[in-house]
């Protein structure tokens, strides 16, 4: 079982959806737009140098749009502003926590061939990391009695930096990293795969 499974799977005590299969829609909606994050980054590893500024920016969108999509899914409503914030939030718990390995990303997008991948790779990373942490802050919440509908955002973005201090995110962006770079190098990612 996958890290980001393994997560999931705490959900299910407290998860109250209408749809069969809630686990592995979770799980879907995360790779989904992990793989989106990773397919934009492909375009723009063209560009060496600009790899990990376009990682950052690609993943702050699918990010902002996976919490919405897992929302949606989860019953739980909270406002796109808010989800914007904590997007926001999460992004700079993630660059915080990866600050040496993000700049050793950076370098090697200078690499003309390899910024491709590496591009690529940390975007969907980024975001995978993002879903997960996304994922374990819900389960803190639910496991307190907190309905995160009635927090605001700096309680969300609070709740963020905590769950962020719980995990080994530098661990979790690593394996998603590798796993992008096997996909992409086998083709299971490529810039086709854009939505």
């Not at 927090?151 to 530098?170: D, F, I, P």
């Amino acid at each position: 079982m996958s890290q980001l499974a393994a997560i999931i799977k705490q959900m299910t005590p407290y998860i109250m959806a209408k749809v069969n299969n809630t686990e592995s829609r979770i799980e879907k909606i995360i790779l989904t737009h992990s793989v989106t994050a990773a397919t934009v980054g492909l375009a723009g590893g063209f560009l060496p140098g600009v790899g990990a500024v376009i990682a950052t920016v690609t993943s702050t969108g699918a990010i902002w749009s996976m919490y919405y999509r897992l929302c949606q899914e989860l019953g739980i409503k909270i406002s796109q502003n808010i989800l914007k914030t904590l997007s926001s939030a999460i992004l700079t718990n993630i660059a915080t926590n990866l600050g040496i390995l993000l700049a050793a990303e950076l370098a090697a997008s200078f690499i003309p061939g390899a910024s491709l991948v590496v591009s690529a790779a940390a975007c969907y990373g980024i975001t995978y990391l993002a879903g997960y942490l996304f994922m374990k802050l819900l389960v803190n919440l639910f496991k307190a009695g907190r309905n995160p509908s009635d927090m605001t955002a700096e309680e969300l973005a609070a709740a963020g930096k905590e769950a962020a201090r719980q995990e080994n995110c530098k661990d979790i962006f690593r394996n998603a990293r590798e796993e992008a770079k096997q996909k992409i190098r086998s083709g299971e990612i490529s810039r086709e795969d854009r939505n």
